[in-house]
């Protein structure tokens, strides 16, 4: 029998933690056993203190209220997310990557894990501003259906929108990042132009297979809040999604460590963890 009280400062034990990821799989079929065991705490730490909740009254609340468990996912998955994020990645990208997807007929970006749409609309602006929005189709991708109902309408407060104005200055890229938006009141929405090409759906990347071939896939920020035994399971899959000498992009807290994969992939920017698909 678990103790139902919990530790100091809202902190669950180790079994307490167990018993809940259990009970979220079997309930809801959600997977978080290879989370970070850190993370999973802190996040369920922060429902407990703000729902006001115990342990028991947590489980409880998961098995009888169906509603809830949408909001627990927001809350536990991870949605910190803003346009032109690392702007040196981007101009990493213009530079080294992007000459060689000018090369193929059509090119396939798939952003994993891409929240609320921005670095999928950011990676469609650069597109566009390096001609290539007419043959690049863009597909993102989360676990969590709300926030890809955020990215469906594309539409931001102008609050945002001008703190990711100075990203978008330090990428190199002309004009400004009004240029992509309709301004609406206190609200800007990005350009039909822009989403046309962009397709926005739900993909568990703990459970679900290879979908399509990418010339490019971005995950950045993402793999932080894994194990390393699952770190490596969606490395796979990404290595088999993407096409010979296809590019995967990770974010800058993130590398790929496994001597296996380190054979599967060359570094192209170490500094902003651009790798390029290579043996057989």
Aim: charged share 25%.
């Amino acid at each position: 029998m678990i103790d139902d009280t919990i530790g100091k400062d809202n902190h669950l034990t180790n079994p307490q933690l167990t018993e809940l990821i259990d009970l979220v799989k079997k309930i809801h079929g959600f997977d978080f056993s290879d989370y970070t065991k850190a993370s999973l705490k802190r996040r369920l730490a922060r429902i407990m203190m703000l729902k006001k909740l115990s342990f028991y009254d947590l489980k409880h609340i998961l098995v009888n209220d169906p509603d809830f468990f949408q909001e627990f996912l927001e809350e536990i998955t991870v949605n910190v997310t803003e346009m032109f994020r690392d702007p040196a990645f981007y101009k990493a990208l213009n530079s080294q990557v992007l000459p060689y997807l000018s090369t193929y007929q059509h090119v396939k970006v798939w952003c994993a894990g891409c929240s609320s749409g921005e670095e999928a609309y950011s990676l469609a602006i650069l597109m566009k501003e390096e001609g290539l929005a007419k043959k690049t189709f863009i597909y993102g991708t989360d676990i969590n259906t709300e926030v890809l109902k955020e990215a469906r309408k594309g539409i931001y407060s102008l609050r945002k929108i001008k703190s990711y104005a100075e990203n978008y200055l330090f990428t190199g890229l002309p004009g400004s990042i009004t240029d992509h938006f309709t301004v609406m009141y206190d609200a800007a929405a990005v350009h039909s132009e822009l989403k046309q090409n962009t397709l926005f759906s739900v993909h568990n990347l703990i459970s679900d297979t290879v979908f399509n071939e990418f010339q490019m896939i971005s995950c950045r920020n993402v793999f932080i809040y894994f194990e390393t035994e699952l770190q490596e399971r969606i490395l796979d899959l990404f290595y088999k999604s993407l096409c010979p000498l296809g590019y995967l992009c990770l974010g800058n807290k993130e590398t790929i460590r496994s001597d296996n994969f380190r054979k599967k992939f060359k570094a192209i920017n170490q500094k902003e963890n651009i790798y390029q698909k290579i043996g057989a």
